[in-house]
């Protein structure tokens, strides 16, 4: 679903926010609205298992090697 939803985000990018032709207008919801939705989307789908938030890191001091 989400590989959906990032292909719509991407033609609606390339896409005009509104077209009229013949007399009808039609507008779709604004890149802000849609990238907040699918970062929604996302969050809704790491909270379902929430050991997948967690990240391991390795910490190195600076000027070790």
């Known amino acids: ?8 985000i991407e033609s609606n990018a390339k896409g005009p926010r509104q077209a009229t032709a013949d007399g009808v207008t039609v507008q779709q919801h604004s890149l802000k609205d849609q990238i907040a939705a699918d970062q ?3 969050d809704k789908e ?3 298992n929430p050991a997948r938030a967690l990240m391991r890191v390795k910490i ?3 000027g070790t090697v």
Request: a positive charge; charged letters at 25%.
């Open 40 to 42: 929604y989307l996302a």
């Open 60 to 62: 190195v001091a600076p």
């Open 1 to 8: 679903m989400t590989d959906t939803l990032k292909k719509a």
């Open 46 to 48: 790491v909270a379902k």
